[in-house]
T-cell receptor, first 111, second 112 residues
């Protein structure tokens, strides 16, 4: 099992550009989540999904969109990147009542 | 508003010392509390606690939850330089789906 994979590992964007962060898991987990991690602030939930076709907002959803067309994939879209979105992004997956498994992270720099 | 607070935020000790990391929470619809260790990359799971007063142990690490006082501690005995990391506390909420609220983390540095 590859576990949770994320691409790209690192990305530089200019303000206003759009991009999609990819996340995939091969553990058949129903739950998937996206977090951002900023210095001194821990992990903050952006969006999460409880299954294919079902998504919901987390603590900091503004500026991000998600979709879940399959159990395996949960992409995060930045529609118009802003410097405030410079962060490290983690995708995670889990089964209900169990711990989350995290991907290796994507470091995003918005200039 | 849901809140998870960790203390201290930063800690420097020498090898062989014992450390206690604290996590307190104010979260509606509590399901469980989890501890993670984060080194350079993604957090890795340490413990999941759901019941008060039952200690979980893994080698030199142990943790316990107090659901009445709304806190948990993570103990590390005989620290080693490999224990240097950020330790994250997270509370899982019972709601539609799975929702975790994370604390800011405690950065532990273990000096040789």
């Amino acid at each position: 099992n590859a576990g949770v994979t994320q691409t790209p590992k690192f990305q530089v964007l200019k303000t206003g550009q759009s991009m999609t962060l990819q996340c995939a898991q091969d553990m058949n987990h129903e739950y998937m989540s996206w977090y951002r991690q900023d210095p001194g602030m821990g992990l903050r939930l952006i969006h999460y999904s409880v299954g294919a076709g079902i998504t919901d907002q987390g603590e900091v959803p503004n500026g991000y969109n998600v979709s879940r067309s399959t159990t395996e994939d949960f992409p995060l879209r930045l529609l118009s990147a802003a410097p405030s979105q410079t962060s490290v992004y983690f995708c995670a997956s889990s089964r209900q009542g169990e711990t989350q498994y995290f991907g290796p992270g994507t470091r995003l720099l918005v200039l | 508003e849901d809140k998870v607070v960790q203390s201290p935020l930063s800690l420097v000790v020498h090898e062989g010392d014992t450390v206690t990391l604290n996590c307190s929470y104010e979260v509606t619809n509590f399901r469980s509390l989890l501890w993670y260790k984060q080194e350079k990359k993604a957090p890795t799971f340490l413990f999941m606690l759901t019941s008060s007063g039952i200690e979980k142990k893994s080698g030199r690490l142990s943790s316990i939850l107090d659901k009445k006082e709304l806190f948990s501690i993570l103990n590390i005995t005989a620290t080693q330089t490999g224990d240097s990391a950020v330790y994250l506390c997270a509370v899982e909420k019972i709601n539609y789906g799975q929702n975790f609220v994370f604390g800011p983390g405690t950065r532990l540095s273990v000096l040789p």
